[in-house]
């Protein structure tokens, strides 16, 4: 049988912008602040059950990728409020309407998709600057 209603097109016939991106990332950076609350919960149940538990959570956590991890944790966390903030504010009407999709007369619309991941990222290194600063070089 052959089909006589058009197929929906793939999402490569789209041209790839900073919107589409931040969609993506806001609900990756959504799902690895869920799976970051698990680990969170791992070390609530570490601290009660005792100390050997503990140490062997506060190692996992003190190893590359334990700091990898919460390098990556600190940013999603960091990208999900800004790219939040963004939504919120574009929410209220702002800049918003037909003429937002065309970047020739708007571009700032699609410049602040860039800025906020920017910040997020600065925000990020902030963070840990401070952590290393305090804790005597080694935030971990």
Known sequence: MAY????????????????????????LTGLFLCLG???VVWGLIAAATGQGAWLVFAGFWRSWIGILL??????SLLFH???????????????FGP???????NPVYWSTGWIVIGISVALTVLVWVILALRMGGSPV
């Open 99 to 105: 003429p937002t999709r065309d970047r020739t007369r």
């Open 37 to 39: 609350a698990l680990l």
């Open 4 to 27: 006589t209603r058009p197929l929906s097109p793939h999402l490569g016939v789209y041209r790839w912008r900073v919107n589409m991106l931040q969609s993506t990332l806001h609900r």
């Open 70 to 75: 919460l390098v990556l944790w600190t940013w």
């Open 81 to 95: 409020l800004c790219n939040g903030i963004q939504h919120l504010v574009r929410d209220m009407g702002s800049n």
